[in-house]
């Protein structure tokens, strides 16, 4: 237990590398972070607690999408991508696979695909403010994904319902989020690195109008908001479906198309030709 313990301040630490040993090595690695709580992680198909374990064609697995674990080492990603990092619930589909899959079907160039999961489910948005362990985990497991190379192309935030139970957290909601987005940025060393946000579907609390408003409401440089708002929810009304999900990662994917041509270097390479 202690040395687990140890293990777990040790990835949070926002300046821990942690040397891992990877199933490949690929420069054209295209390397994308999913964050927030459980619609990004994924409920889809989780009823009582219970996966279904249907998986979606859009969701299927393929040897060019790879995921990083828990344990840092890449692996061919297959759903459900979160389950050993939402560890708190239990995890089924989310839009990530869906995401992926898009992609390489739509941009053949893409190369290998390289996948984050970071997501955590109940979170606030104060839970990912700079220092917090979500947030050094985050940041972490993003600077570990590039140490065998690859580009760093893209966040993927879902995150809010939360913060809809609290008029407090509510009216604060886009400074925070704002300045989220500003620091991971800054802390991974991209600044201009596109972000793609979901504006909420569904809501834990009275003031999901308050978030939504601040959602859409972003005005950063190379940020896009895809609007989840009529998207399936589930039997819980809070976590969006199977189908849903999948949707909302071909909505991501063609959100990141969009952005065009693909110039962000990650700062390693950067370093290394200073």
């Not at 695909?113 to 979500?134: D, K, M, Y």
Request: charged share 15%.
């Amino acid at each position: 237990m202690l040395l687990a313990y140890i293990f777990l301040i040790l990835l949070a630490h926002p300046f821990c590398v942690i040397p891992t040993n990877t199933t490949t090595s690929n420069d054209n690695k295209s390397i994308f972070i999913l964050a927030g709580q459980s619609n990004m992680s994924g409920r889809g198909g989780v009823v009582n607690n219970i996966f279904d374990w249907y998986i979606p064609p859009e969701c299927q697995s393929n040897s060019s999408i790879l995921r990083l674990t828990k344990g840092l080492s890449w692996e061919v990603a297959k759903e459900p991508i979160h389950q050993d990092i939402d560890y708190y619930a239990v995890c089924g589909i989310g839009p990530g696979m869906s995401f992926a899959n898009f992609i390489l079907k739509n941009d053949p160039n893409i190369g290998l695909i390289g996948l984050v999961p970071c997501a955590i489910g109940s979170t606030n948005i104060t839970l990912w403010s700079q220092g917090s362990f979500c947030y050094n985990q985050m940041v972490n497991r993003a600077r570990i994904a590039l140490q065998d190379g690859g580009t760093l192309r893209a966040l993927l935030w879902y995150q809010g319902e939360s913060d809809t139970l609290n008029l407090d957290d509510a009216e604060l909601y886009k400074s925070r989020l704002e300045k989220f987005f500003t620091d991971a940025r800054n802390d991974l060393g991209v600044p201009s690195l596109p972000i793609i946000q979901v504006a909420l579907a569904t809501a834990l609390g009275p003031y999901m109008k308050e978030i939504r408003k601040a959602q859409l409401g972003i005005n950063l440089p190379n940020v896009k908001t895809v609007d989840a708002n009529g998207l399936k929810a589930g039997p819980d009304y809070v976590h969006l479906n199977t189908q849903a999900e999948a949707q909302l990662g071909q909505m991501l994917a063609q959100a990141f198309l969009e952005f065009g041509s693909y110039t962000i270097h990650n700062s390693l390479e950067v370093q290394k030709k200073e």
